[in-house]
């Protein structure tokens, strides 16, 4: 049996968690969860992080944290609890998958063009560092960090992880040219990791072309690799083609411990309710059980689920 770790989360994410892990053991998935206290419920109590210490010890413990959505607080001075675990644990790429999945209807599944793309995005550096100060009362100035080792570790990942997907292409998204420092780097990092890489169809894209071809022309593109800010606007934009956030699975994944996580928010307004949505949870669930190896496991319920869906 393979411990993971699982923290409920806020809103629906208790419901969706339970209706996840009810699935789980309905396919005998040699999982033995270990739940911790994790969310904004968490930070209200005061834990500065969103978590309890033993939380904590438990993820670091087992290396797997399976969680659902949690709630960020609007505000000054109160950070995001998901930012927070992502940089506890040096959790440096963002994977999130967004496939056509049959009976989801979109523009795209109507027209008979199939979507199948993987976003890699920088998880810790680029603004969100939240380095910010007031220059004076009317000029807010913000700081934007991009490192080469950084930039290597996120590039490496995803050319390794395209190859073991047999992708035939990745794209670099980035605006060097205007950014010709910071996101250059990141583009000269990727332009050196595609030399060592000569299967793979390489390239670059401009981020607002890339936008404009996404939406136009989806099914040309592959894994998709971004700097912090610009791949969490995109990823979002590409849920969008497959059906919306609630059809996003998303990983984040580091050396030590990954985080499989549905992306999504916490919709207060329908919790308790039980009509929320599983679909994202249940996704990035597979995807944690690939990561752990458990491939049988993970096609079984996919196709139920996909079984599901179409009917």
């Not at 939380?55 to 000054?76: D, H, N, R």
């Not at 794209?171 to 010709?180: D, E, L, V």
């Not at 549905?262 to 929320?276: F, R």
Request: hydrophobic residues 40%; charged residues 20%; contains cysteine.
């Amino acid at each position: 049996m393979t411990k993971i770790a699982v923290a409920k989360g806020d809103g629906i994410g208790p419901e969706i968690m339970d209706a996840v892990l009810s699935v789980f053991k309905a396919a005998n998935t040699p999982l033995e969860f270990e739940f911790v206290d994790m969310g904004k419920w968490v930070l209200d109590k005061g834990y500065s992080n969103g978590m309890t210490p033993e939380a904590q010890q438990t993820i670091e413990a087992v290396g797997i944290l399976f969680k659902g959505p949690m709630e960020t607080p609007k505000g000054k001075g109160v950070k995001s609890v998901n930012v927070t675990a992502r940089k506890t644990w040096n959790t440096y790429a963002n994977k999130r998958t967004f496939q056509t999945l049959h009976g989801v209807d979109t523009v795209f599944s109507k027209a008979g063009i199939p979507i199948d793309i993987t976003i890699v995005r920088e998880n810790i550096e680029d603004t969100y560092g939240g380095i910010e100060h007031m220059l004076t009362h009317d000029v807010a100035l913000s700081r934007r960090f991009i490192t080469r080792p950084g930039s290597m570790q996120l590039i490496k990942y995803a050319f390794e992880m395209a190859k073991k997907k047999g992708a035939k292409r990745i794209t670099c998204g980035h605006k060097a040219n205007i950014m010709k420092l910071t996101d250059g780097l990141f583009l000269d990092v990727f332009n050196e990791v595609a030399k060592e890489y000569p299967e793979l169809k390489a390239d670059d894209v401009i981020v607002d072309d890339l936008c404009m071809k996404l939406v136009s022309r989806p099914d040309l593109f592959d894994v998709v690799v971004l700097t912090n800010l610009q791949g969490d606007i995109v990823s979002d934009l590409c849920a969008g083609l497959v059906g919306g956030l609630g059809f996003a699975p998303s990983a984040n994944i580091g050396d030590h411990i990954s985080i499989f996580e549905a992306v999504h928010g916490t919709a207060p307004d329908i919790a308790g309710k039980n009509i929320a949505n599983p679909t994202a949870l249940l996704l990035s669930g597979f995807g944690m059980l690939r990561h752990l190896g458990l491939m049988e496991a993970a096609t079984t319920m996919e196709n139920a689920l996909l079984y599901t869906l179409e009917s």
